[in-house]
């Protein structure tokens, strides 16, 4: 089993900037991709960024990209988004999802890394709120 702990969220103004951390509780960190996805209220969970497990990868939902930076830590256990120029539609739960590279793929497309049902582990998410 992996546990995941996202930390990170507040409430940030439009432009500001927030950095969100995911920690795994796992001695296999290493070999999981690590998905973050967010869901506003009343809406669908969305696919925002991804990485794979040896850092090669790293994919970007249209809304999120050139404003969105995720990385890992594999020494540390930790995937981080750091978010720039934050925009009230930015205003969301964040949760990071993990899966193990062997089902993933170890070079996936698109359309596999940003699949919510592709992700076997789930945090329970953290708020993020952007006013205007």
């Known amino acids: 089993q992996v546990q995941l702990v996202e930390s990170g969220g507040g409430s940030v103004q439009a432009g500001g900037s927030l950095r969100l951390s995911c920690a795994a509780s796992t001695d296999t960190f290493s070999t999981l991709a690590v998905g973050w996805f967010r869901q506003a209220p009343g809406k669908e969970r969305e696919f925002a960024a991804a990485i794979t497990w040896n850092t090669a990868n790293t994919y970007y939902a249209d809304s999120v990209k050139g404003r969105f930076t995720i990385s890992r830590d594999n020494d540390n256990n930790t995937v981080y988004l750091q978010m720039n120029s934050l925009a009230p539609e930015d205003t969301a739960a964040y949760y990071c999802?993990?899966?193990?590279?062997?089902?993933?793929?170890?070079?996936?497309?698109?359309?596999?890394?940003?699949?919510?049902?592709?992700?076997?582990?789930w945090g329970q998410g953290t708020q993020v709120t952007v006013s205007s």
């Open positions: 999802a993990a899966v193990w590279s062997g089902a993933l793929g170890y070079d996936p497309p698109y359309r596999r890394v940003s699949a919510v049902n592709e992700y076997r582990y």
